[in-house]
């Protein structure tokens, strides 16, 4: 087999790279290691920038979205008891989000996919990337007891934290950056209707909680617990009697509980690699970063990522210019960092963390008090919530 671009993981990342390359004339063939189900079955964080919803929409995969997405204006901060609405549309002269789930987007993504009769390997086993330091990379898998090459021009790494393609770069060509937060966010979703119409940023003594949604009757609630917790400890019942404990009076009294359709507890880190291409091979999503969820940033940094590497394929292929592959890792890293200190900010001031002392929770209280009453301050949190200009730093 030979195709122009192989990409590894059909995430959205990969997904929406395939799509965009596909709308290019670009041809494109997706390897995947895990079946469409179990792809699918990933509940991850909805909510898009307008980066991301203007791609998704550049790939012709928007109506749904637009449809069915909630348009949010603003998000409240909770803390002292008190809730503070951050006008996102007032602050950032009209810029708002849409909340639109991870996993439904991967679907719109996926049935896109299919409709066009695009080449998707699922359930490949043993997948290996080589020669990405020449011009003829090739990718190599396992399926139905059969070995099989993919020949190439470029591979698009696009197989998450976990996968090959960056645990392949050659390690003294690659630095790696880590923050390991000493809590999680133990994540619960369900058929109930959202407490709030908007989303609601809790900074408790109990700890740090996000009331979110996915729809008018779909809710997703997180709570900051310990590391050590496990999933078994918490029962529906005890989740909601301490998300209801970490609400202001007016939330827990509107809060409607329900069982839960899915529960699960995520550790929160913040990851960069640099850089992000290796010869012909190039990192893009959570593949090459990772920020805690606090800010939204995952989600819309890798359609960003996908952006800067759906332009400089074109470029090559079009133009015969190696400007855009060339300046990839460079531009990416741009965005990426900036993201990573506004995730890593936004986590350090709303969740607890009982190793700093209650200096440290005197200094959360001081910092917001100070942000709720300037509005350089509010400005600063709106502008970096919604999202950079695709051409910041260029």
């Known amino acids: 087999m030979r195709t122009q671009i192989a990409i590894i993981g059909a995430g959205p990342s990969g997904l929406l790279l395939g799509q965009l390359l596909h709308k290019a004339g670009i041809d494109a063939v997706i390897i995947e290691r895990q079946s469409p189900e179990y792809v699918l079955g990933r509940i991850r964080a909805g909510v898009l920038e307008q980066v991301a919803t203007d791609l998704l929409d550049e790939a012709g995969v928007g109506q749904r979205m637009h449809a069915e997405g909630l348009v949010h204006t603003g998000f409240d901060m909770l803390f002292g008891g008190v809730r503070h609405r951050i006008d996102l549309d007032k602050l950032t002269g009209g810029k708002r989000v849409m909340v639109y789930g991870q996993t439904e987007v991967t679907r719109d993504l996926m049935d896109a996919r299919q409709v066009a009769a695009l080449p998707t390997v699922y359930e490949a086993a043993n997948v290996q990337v080589h020669d990405f330091d020449t011009d003829q990379p090739r990718v190599t898998y396992e399926k139905d007891g059969q070995s099989h090459t993919l020949s190439c021009d470029f591979i698009a790494g696009c197989d998450g934290f976990h996968g090959v393609c960056r645990a392949s770069a050659p ?132 359609a960003t990522d996908v952006k800067y590497l759906m332009d400089a394929f074109v470029e090559f292929y079009q133009e015969r210019s190696e400007a855009g592959i060339n300046g990839y890792s460079e531009r990416c890293l741009k965005r990426i960092w900036r993201a990573e200190r506004f995730s890593w900010w936004f986590t350090s001031i709303m969740h607890n963390f009982p190793d700093e002392g209650a200096i440290h929770a005197k200094l959360q209280e001081a910092e917001l008090d100070y942000l709720m009453h300037s509005e350089a301050g509010l400005r600063t949190i709106a502008e970096n919530y919604v999202g950079l200009p695709l051409d910041f730093g260029s």
Not at 242 to 257: H, I, M, N, Q, Y
Not at 265 to 273: G, H, M, Y
């Open 171 to 302: 390690r003294g060509a690659i630095q790696e950056f880590e923050k390991v937060y000493p809590f999680g966010w133990l994540g619960l979703l369900s058929d109930t209707p959202p407490v709030h119409h908007e989303l609601i940023y809790v900074n408790n003594p109990r700890g740090f909680a996000l009331c979110s949604q996915r729809s008018a009757t779909r809710s997703r609630y997180y709570l900051q617990v310990p590391l050590t917790d496990k999933i078994e400890q918490w029962s529906d019942d005890a989740f909601w009697q301490e998300l209801k404990l970490r609400l202001d009076p007016e939330a827990a009294g509107k809060l409607v509980t329900g069982p839960s359709i899915e529960k699960s507890i995520a550790p929160l880190r913040s990851f960069v690699t640099e850089p992000l291409r290796f010869g012909r091979m190039f990192l893009a999503g959570d593949a090459g970063h990772i920020v805690p969820p606090t800010g939204a940033k995952g989600l819309n940094l890798a």
